[in-house]
């Protein structure tokens, strides 16, 4: 058999060559896309849970099943003892945690709603008592923080946490506790004041990401002579939101509420988990509804 024609065998040489480059770019490509993933993953090691949407944050419960172990008063010291709820699941390691205290002459059923809400969102979350109910907000800013300390370092919990990435929550007076707390600990992550009373109106030396939450309605503690002057205080470096409650009153954190679910947990997620994921509920801002009588912050978030 004759050869064949040096044209026809340049010709096979270049197809060769053309499918062997197609083939190395296919295996570069597949080694990217299973790349990507993996790099993404070890940006943010702390995202937990599936991609958000409006629908999951606001559902009565998260993707993660949440069991409960009470804590003795007698059992601790510098607060009240309280109720641990937390992820069941032991299979996506550890989770950030908050801390939440009522308020004046109220007990941790006022907040107990909280609990499983913002757990079955993938946090350890710990509704406090406290020592009396007729502790001020700085006691109960110092309880918060025996319970992080408590949650952290004695708790039948201790491994599911990562101590690094705590908050603190609180009602009222536990509102202006969650202010005194974060003044005290700057290495908290969050801190969400819910209606807040405190005597102390200015916060210029807070360093952790706050959102305050007033009401529209509330005559214990106005917006205008507690939330507002709270929020506008605080640096305005700091990553920091102001949400005020339509149609509500100092008494409407003490119940299920969707919006103030909504944007917590989008709040503890962005800050706590530094889960940009949710940075889309905050920024751009909200605006006024049937819910919100007004919105403020700044944006983009830098933390």
């Known amino acids: 058999m004759r050869n064949a024609p040096a044209h026809r065998r340049r010709g096979s040489g270049r197809l060769r060559s053309l499918v062997a480059g197609l083939a ?31 629908a999951s944050i606001e559902a009565p419960n998260g993707p993660y099943a949440v069991s409960q172990t009470s804590v003795s008063s007698l059992s601790v010291t510098g607060f009240g003892g309280g109720t641990v709820y937390y992820p ?15 308020g004046f002459t109220a007990g941790e059923s006022s907040i107990a709603w909280l609990g499983p809400r913002l757990a079955s969102q993938g946090f350890v979350v710990f509704t406090i008592d406290t020592l009396t109910r007729y502790d001020q907000p700085d006691s109960r800013g110092s309880q918060l923080l025996a319970a992080l300390d408590y949650l952290t370092q004695r708790s039948t919990v201790r491994a599911r946490i990562d101590s690094g990435r705590l908050g603190v929550m609180g009602h009222s007076m536990g ?11 700057p290495s908290l992550q969050a801190a969400i004041p819910l209606t807040g009373w405190n005597t102390d109106k200015t916060w210029p030396e807070i ?37 005020e409650l339509n149609n509500a009153t100092h008494f409407t954190p ?28 905050l920024c751009p801002l909200p605006r006024p509804s049937l819910t919100i009588e007004e919105y403020r912050g700044n944006c983009p978030h830098t933390s």
């Not at 509102?175 to 600990?185: F, I, Q, T």
């Not at 503890?268 to 994921?277: Q, V």
């Open 88 to 102: 069941t699941t032991t299979g996506d390691g550890t989770f950030g945690a908050v801390a939440i205290s009522p």
């Open 175 to 185: 509102g202006g506790g969650s202010l005194e707390a974060a003044k005290s600990r």
């Open 254 to 281: 003490n119940t299920s509420n969707t919006t103030i679910a909504k944007y917590s947990i989008s709040w503890l997620k962005r800050f706590i988990d530094n889960d940009t994921r949710y940075e889309q509920f």
């Open 207 to 243: 360093k952790t990401p706050t959102l305050v939450v007033g009401a529209d309605g509330d005559t214990v503690a106005s917006v205008g002579s507690h939330s507002e002057p709270f929020y506008e205080s605080l640096p305005s470096s700091l990553d920091k939101a102001y949400l």
């Open 24 to 54: 190395a770019l296919l295996a570069v490509g597949g080694l990217s896309s299973v790349a990507t993933p993996a790099a993404q993953a070890a940006d943010n090691p702390y995202e937990r849970g599936p991609a958000p949407t409006t």
